[in-house]
């Protein structure tokens, strides 16, 4: 038994490397995003992992590895103690001897590590961090002989392989809607799937707050400068110092206490992307950036509207989003008597379509007073009027702060295109 202990502190040892690797696959990649951001300001330990987490790839695979390897180790010692007992005790207690070593490496370097990693993630990542970007170092010089290895087993094993191709949108939608059945999906789950989907055809301009609809102030700020009135847009927009372009932004409703002078130096930047890109990716950027404000610019550079995180989560989650009934407090498309409605000019063609299930002709705008304008080429004035399409317009307000209203009629389906 005395020969034995060796062997055995060894398997100790192994187990105790094993759950290592474990609890830090577990703890790092369970880390939200927040308190990722706050790890590249935290400990030693904490900015090690931060730094890890920015090359995943590189990490996950150096965590198998390692992993691997301590328990084929783990496996080989177990193997040779068991033809010593089998050589000694015979073959019953070699069968248990086996059981106990794979349930001991299971408990004590998979499960429990694992449940507890990912209940202390951050504290963890303060202790595991540095030993870690060892390890991972250590590494480095495999990951091209790793990598020909896999594209080897691809080439052998399955050489046909081939990628499959993206789902187009419409599938995607078409998916959804016949999920109700099976998934037995309430019908608001369902509207929220569709908004999502939608999210991808969406562009930023369609969903902005243009620039009339939001209170920007140049520094310093101060809290006078609000009149004890909160931003429609709930955030404090701070712009640079000789210009009007947004610079940082400062949530008013979720920042404690907020001081009474030099307001800017509590701001956080602002995400810059052009009037053109979909809501998906100013989302996914969002995200990525840790940004809750993003400025839209137009091809000279110049901001024309923001869109927050508030902006998106409220269109995705609410039954009937509409920008008219978000930043207006007033409904897109509302029918006024059979065969007539009244529109606000910030509704989008989009809406316009789906509400009316129509195809429009393209058009260089993206809203109703933007399609006015290109068939006028001009500001719309009240009683002005032009078809197109299938719609006959005609412009009953037009307020000094560009709140445009248009009475909408179909026109005869025998007459074509606009005029």
């Not at 008219?324 to 809406?351: F, K």
Request: hydrophobic share 45%; net charge negative.
């Amino acid at each position: 038994m005395i020969s034995m202990f060796p062997w055995l502190l060894a398997m100790a040892i192994l187990i105790g490397l094993s759950a290592f690797f474990s609890a830090s696959e577990a703890a790092l990649f369970s880390l939200p995003w927040q308190q990722r951001s706050r790890m590249t300001e935290g400990s030693p330990g904490q900015r090690a992992c931060a730094t890890l987490l920015i090359t995943p790839d590189r990490l996950l695979t150096a965590v198998l590895f390692w992993n691997l390897v301590v328990n084929m180790c783990y496996f080989a010692i177990t193997a040779h103690l068991g033809l010593q007992l089998q050589e000694n005790m015979g073959a019953s207690t070699t069968v248990l001897f086996s059981v106990a070593s794979l349930l001991m490496l299971i408990f004590f370097s998979e499960m429990l590590p694992k449940s507890l990693a990912v209940l202390r993630p951050a504290w963890l990542a303060s202790l595991v961090g540095i030993p870690l970007v060892l390890f991972v170092r250590l590494t480095d010089p495999l990951i091209p002989f790793l990598r020909f290895c896999q594209l080897v087993n691809q080439r052998l094993f399955w050489p046909r392989f081939e990628a499959e191709p993206l789902l187009d949108i419409a599938d995607v939608d078409r998916a959804v809607e016949l999920s109700t059945e099976d998934a037995q999906l309430a019908e608001r789950e369902q509207r929220t799937l569709h908004h999502i989907i939608q999210l991808s055809e969406a562009r930023v301009d369609e969903w902005m707050r243009p620039r009339r609809q939001f209170l920007s102030f140049p520094p310093p700020v101060s809290l006078s400068d609000l009149e004890g009135k909160v931003p429609p847009s709930s955030y404090l927009l701070v712009t640079e110092q000789e210009s009007e372009e947004i610079q940082s932004a400062i949530p008013l409703k979720t920042i404690t206490g907020i001081p009474d002078q030099h307001l800017e130096h509590h701001g956080t930047p602002v995400l810059h992307v052009p009037w053109a890109a979909s809501v998906a990716d100013t989302l996914q950027q969002m995200h990525d950036r840790q940004r809750q404000v993003a400025a839209v610019v137009n091809e000279f550079g110049e901001t024309i509207g923001v869109l927050t995180m508030e902006d998106i989560l409220d269109t995705l989650f609410r039954d009937e989003p509409s920008r008219s009934g978000r930043l207006l407090n007033r409904t897109a498309i509302e029918q006024v008597e059979p065969g007539c409605w009244h529109v606000m000019g910030m509704t989008s063609i989009r809406r316009l379509a789906r509400h009316f299930k129509v195809t429009l002709p393209e058009s260089r705008g993206v809203t109703v007073a933007g399609v006015l304008q290109d068939l006028l080429a001009r500001l719309p004035e009240g009683d002005d009027q032009c078809d197109w399409g299938p719609f006959h317009f005609r412009v009953l307000e037009t307020p000094a702060r560009g709140h445009l209203r248009v009475e909408l009629t179909l026109r005869d389906p025998r007459q074509e295109g606009p005029r």
